[in-house]
């Protein structure tokens, strides 16, 4: 059963728009979340992360938003630029490594 | 600096035939992850090892499959028999430390498994 959900398989946003992908979890004991991102024929690379004790972690277009309470979290991605195009994987834990990972939101930017 | 290396990149097998996947860790990492990709299920942790030693394997599908880590610079993933609904890819991936602490998963770049 999935304890990370990513209900939208894929994402069309317009060059220098936002991107907004998002992600559900069922686990109220995951502490620490992730998202990756993975280009074809490449591993999956980290991209940003964020701890349960904050709602919010930006680094630079990149931003996490945690929302404890809806067991939701979002990766906004602004502006968005061609380059972004990959897919993005959302993962959680519970203060170990095992690590759940969603099934993953192809992310397209159109020039 | 050389980041996790996985071979074969491909391999194409026929049912029943034995697979082996192989890992390089990052030199220094003391964690080794095994995952699956699949459109299904996305990644899957397969089986985890700390210092060498595999603390969580819950995530095997079956008895076939077998993971092994010899030393702290290598790993193997063996399916044996193998059947068309193991086609997936395996990636391996290593950290320093607790990932929730340090840092983050660095992944290899995936064995895409196809059998017929």
């Known amino acids: 059963d999935q304890q990370v959900k990513q209900n939208s398989p894929s994402l069309s946003v317009q060059e220098g728009r936002i991107s907004i992908l998002n992600c559900d979890y069922t686990?109220?004991?995951?502490?620490?979340f992730l998202w990756y991102k993975k280009y074809p024929a490449e591993g999956p690379t980290f991209l940003i992360s964020i701890s349960s004790i904050k709602d919010k972690n930006e680094d630079g277009r990149f931003t996490v938003f945690l929302n404890k309470s809806a067991k939701h979290l979002s990766l906004h991605i602004v502006p968005s630029q061609p380059g972004d195009s990959a897919v993005y994987f959302c993962a959680a834990s519970i203060t170990c490594n095992q690590f759940y990972f969603g099934t993953g939101t192809s992310l397209t930017v159109i020039p | 600096d050389a980041g996790v290396i996985q071979s074969p990149r491909h391999e194409v097998t026929e049912m029943g035939q034995e697979v082996t996947l192989r890992c390089k860790p990052i030199?220094?990492?003391?964690?080794l992850f095994w995952y699956r990709q699949t459109m299904m299920r996305g990644l899957e942790l397969l089986i985890y090892f700390n210092n060498n030693v595999p603390i969580d394997d819950s995530g095997m599908p079956e008895d076939r499959f077998s993971a092994k880590m010899p030393n702290a610079s290598f790993s193997t993933l063996k399916i044996q028999p193998s059947e068309p609904r193991d086609s997936a890819v395996y990636f391996c991936?290593?950290?320093?430390?607790?990932?929730?602490?340090?840092?983050?998963?660095?992944f290899g770049e995936g064995s895409r498994l196809t059998v017929l």
């Open positions: 030199s220094g990492h003391d964690y």
């Open positions: 686990n109220s004991m995951f502490d620490y």
């Open positions: 991936a290593s950290s320093l430390g607790r990932v929730g602490g340090t840092g983050e998963l660095f």
